[in-house]
C-alpha cells in the first residue's frame, strides 16, 4: 500500500467521510496536455507518452473515415495529432477534450481507445502551419495540419497511382495522399497555389480544404 493510500485511509477512520470529501476537493485536478506536450521529443523519435493514457484536448483540425486530428490553438510545429476513432465525428473547429491511448503504428503518434470524449467549445479558428515541401518529411509536422504554396504536380502515376501523387515546390517534392476523397484531378505539370492538408508519417500530404 503506497502513503497517498494509507493517508486516505487514515483520514477517512478518524476524521470521517465528510472530512475526507472536503480534503480531496483541494486536490489539483488532472491537468489536459496540450498536443505538443504528447508529440515533442527532442531526439525525433518516439512520443514521451508512448504506451501511456493521456488526456489530451485540442481543436478538430481534420477528419477521414477512420478518425480525426486535433491540434493546439496556435498551429506550428509539434501541434497536431491524429486520432484513430470511429465512434466521434468533431465537427472542424471543436474544441475536443479526450482521453486516449498513446501509439506509434508505422512510426506515427497517434491516440487510440479513445474515452471521456466532450466537446467543450465550437467554431474555433483551425490554425494553419507554412511549410515548404522539402518539410513535410520532418518528425516535427506529423499530424499538423499544413500549407504549401505555389506548388508543381510532377508525377501523377506514383506507386501506379494507386495511393500517391507527387507534387513539389522549389524546395523539393512531396506525396500527396488519397486516403480521403476530394474533388481534384491531378495532372502532370499542372500548377496550384496552394495544397492544405495533414501531414503523415510517410512524408504525405492528405488534402483538406
Given at each position: 500500500?503506497?502513503?497517498?493510500?494509507?493517508?486516505?485511509?487514515s483520514?477517512?477512520?478518524?476524521?470521517?467521510?465528510?472530512?475526507?470529501?472536503?480534503?480531496?476537493?483541494?486536490?489539483?485536478?488532472?491537468?489536459?496536455?496540450?498536443?505538443?506536450n504528447?508529440?515533442y521529443?527532442?531526439?525525433?523519435?518516439?512520443?514521451?507518452?508512448?504506451?501511456?493514457?493521456?488526456?489530451?484536448?485540442?481543436?478538430?483540425?481534420?477528419?477521414?473515415?477512420s478518425?480525426?486530428?486535433?491540434?493546439?490553438t496556435?498551429?506550428?510545429?509539434w501541434?497536431?495529432?491524429?486520432?484513430?476513432?470511429?465512434?466521434?465525428?468533431?465537427?472542424?473547429?471543436?474544441?475536443?477534450?479526450?482521453?486516449?491511448?498513446?501509439?506509434?503504428?508505422?512510426?506515427?503518434?497517434?491516440?487510440?481507445?479513445?474515452?471521456?470524449?466532450?466537446?467543450?467549445?465550437?467554431?474555433?479558428?483551425?490554425?494553419?502551419?507554412?511549410?515548404?515541401?522539402?518539410?513535410?518529411?520532418?518528425?516535427?509536422?506529423?499530424g499538423?495540419?499544413?500549407?504549401?504554396?505555389?506548388?508543381?504536380?510532377?508525377?501523377t502515376?506514383?506507386?501506379?497511382?494507386?495511393?500517391?501523387?507527387?507534387?513539389?515546390?522549389?524546395?523539393?517534392?512531396?506525396?500527396?495522399?488519397?486516403?480521403?476523397?476530394?474533388?481534384?484531378?491531378?495532372?502532370?505539370?499542372a500548377?496550384?497555389?496552394?495544397?492544405?492538408?495533414?501531414?503523415?508519417?510517410?512524408?504525405?500530404?492528405?488534402?483538406?480544404?
Open positions: 500500500m503506497n502513503a497517498f493510500v494509507s493517508t486516505l485511509l483520514l477517512h477512520r478518524w476524521r470521517g467521510p465528510l472530512f475526507l470529501a472536503a480534503w480531496l476537493a483541494l486536490l489539483p485536478s488532472v491537468r489536459a496536455l496540450t498536443v505538443s504528447v508529440q521529443t527532442a531526439s525525433g523519435g518516439a512520443s514521451p507518452q508512448l504506451g501511456n493514457r493521456v488526456t489530451v484536448s485540442g481543436i478538430a483540425s481534420y477528419a477521414d473515415p478518425g480525426y486530428a486535433l491540434c493546439d496556435n498551429g506550428g510545429p501541434s497536431g495529432i491524429y486520432v484513430a476513432d470511429v465512434f466521434h465525428r468533431p465537427n472542424l473547429g471543436d474544441h475536443v477534450s479526450l482521453q486516449g491511448l498513446v501509439q506509434e503504428p508505422n512510426s506515427m503518434t497517434v491516440l487510440t481507445n479513445v474515452a471521456n470524449y466532450s466537446v467543450t467549445a465550437s467554431n474555433q479558428a483551425v490554425p494553419v502551419t507554412p511549410i515548404l515541401a522539402r518539410q513535410v518529411t520532418n518528425e516535427s509536422y506529423e499538423v495540419l499544413v500549407r504549401i504554396t505555389n506548388i508543381t504536380v510532377r508525377n502515376n506514383y506507386n501506379n497511382g494507386r495511393v500517391f501523387w507527387q507534387a513539389g515546390d522549389s524546395s523539393g517534392n512531396f506525396l500527396v495522399a488519397t486516403r480521403a476523397p476530394y474533388r481534384y484531378i491531378w495532372r502532370t505539370n500548377t496550384l497555389t496552394a495544397l492544405q492538408g495533414l501531414v503523415w508519417t510517410n512524408a504525405a500530404v492528405s488534402p483538406r480544404f
